[in-house]
């Protein structure tokens, strides 16, 4: 069975320091690995995608095999990236997403 | 708007009631989902239709549960006999199948609130 691990509820930290959201999954397939976001009274929306290997706001996580995470990092956290973040997995064979529990990250100025 | 669109986006009832929630996918997007969020958690998945075949079902969509895209186009979810347990927010999704990408990142409609009294 596919599952997804957040083990943070809530990550709060100070404007400029960095933040980490933490992501592991299970899964014996070749996964793909997303982190979609949650603003205040939005939409969820895809916020990057392993495959990509893009940098999106700041924000990058590297798909690690090995340790079966997907963290999210970004080096210098802003108050507007306050928000619900949502790690899912997908994968070959199945075509729905599989989510974790979500990490509400709080930015203070 | 061209996003994925859901109505209603809140809808009350009373306990027994059957209710129908609609989505509209983003135009040619031929793949759609629904799933269910409650408090403090992620989404989860109900069903999946590529274009009008229903091509998984959860173990959470119990027999109440019905979904339809007759056309291709548009969903509904229905709701038969609803319990304060149904009581979530109802997630319609959708993603394009492009020829040579394989890639499953889906798109989200704003969601149809669901409270049973």
């Known amino acids: 069975a596919q599952r997804v691990t957040q083990p943070e509820k809530l990550l709060s930290v100070f404007k400029g320091a960095p933040v980490e959201l933490k992501c592991n999954y299970s899964y014996s397939g070749s996964p793909e690995l997303f982190w979609y976001v949650q603003y205040s009274r939005q939409r969820l929306q895809l916020l990057l995608r392993h495959i990509s290997r893009e940098s999106i706001k700041g924000f990058t996580a590297d798909l690690n095999k090995g340790e079966t995470s997907f963290h999210l990092k970004k080096p210098f956290a802003q108050e507007e990236d306050s928000a619900m973040y949502y790690c899912?997995?997908?994968?070959?064979?199945?075509?729905?997403?599989?989510f974790g529990t979500g990490t509400r990250l709080l930015v203070s100025p | 708007d061209t996003g994925v669109s859901q109505d209603p986006r809140h809808k009350i009832t009373k306990r027994g009631q059957n209710v129908t929630f609609r989505c509209d996918p983003i135009?040619?997007?031929?793949?759609l989902y629904w799933y269910r969020q409650t408090l403090g958690q992620g989404p989860e998945f109900l069903t999946y239709f590529q274009n009008e075949a229903q091509l998984e079902k959860s173990r959470l969509l119990s027999d109440r549960f019905s979904a339809e895209r007759p056309k291709g186009s548009f969903s509904t979810l229905e709701i038969q006999r609803t319990e304060q347990g149904d009581s979530a927010m109802y997630l319609c999704a959708s993603s394009p199948r492009l020829a040579g990408v394989s890639s499953n990142e889906q798109f989200f409609g704003p969601g149809t609130r669901l409270t049973v009294l």
């Open positions: 899912a997995l997908s994968g070959t064979g199945f075509q729905k997403l599989v």
């Open positions: 135009s040619e997007h031929n793949r």
